[in-house]
């Protein structure tokens, strides 16, 4: 298994006032650890999308913090994302890779199948998200995950996989332990009560505590 798990934090799916959440995000950055930011404004046009990029990417580019936008390589490509991230529904991983070219990351949602995961992997993508591992109310979650899918990939499979799905500071440990190698966080972070920080304080906090138990 691999030694650590990382935190990847997930945009809330309106961002109504990019100034206010880019202060939010930055209080989060500084807190702990976090690998990456995903951008995911499903649905929202085009302009609000780059705007999101543009305002967001300073502030996690200057954390040493990957930028992902979720479901558009076309956009991510043409924004200079650090990668994308497609759903099974989403454009291809082939097309994504094109689109993004060799250097920039591919991630490939995967639900609670290994198959999907595996045909991900030796297409080449960077990631395979598995997920939902517990209930979310960020999105319509169509799969429901259990922690053994991430113990058995990293037993088999040398790609990352990533946990997401109602992930929080109370649960994480169990993902971490279990073999995520990146815990995707949402709601757990940006609607915690005490704020930003004190989740990424908390969920670092519970990481850790999963990761002694491998």
Known sequence: MTADCRLYLITPPRLDDLAAFGRDLAAALDAGDVAALQIRLKDAPDAVIAAAVDA??????????????????DLAARLGCDGVHVGQSDASYAEARRLMGRDK???????????????AAEAGADY???????PTTTKDAPTRAEPEILTIWQETMEVPCVAI?????????????AGADFAAVSAGVWAHPDGPATAVKALNAAIAEGLAGR
């Open 128 to 134: 395979v998200a598995f997920g939902a591992f517990f």
């Open 56 to 73: 967001l990417t300073p502030i996690a580019h200057g954390r040493d913090v990957a930028v992902i936008l979720n479901d558009r390589p």
């Open 165 to 177: 799905g109602g992930i929080t500071a109370d649960n994480a440990a169990i993902v971490a332990r």
């Open 105 to 119: 990351m591919v991630g490939v949602t995967c639900h609670d199948s290994r198959h999907l995961a595996m045909e």
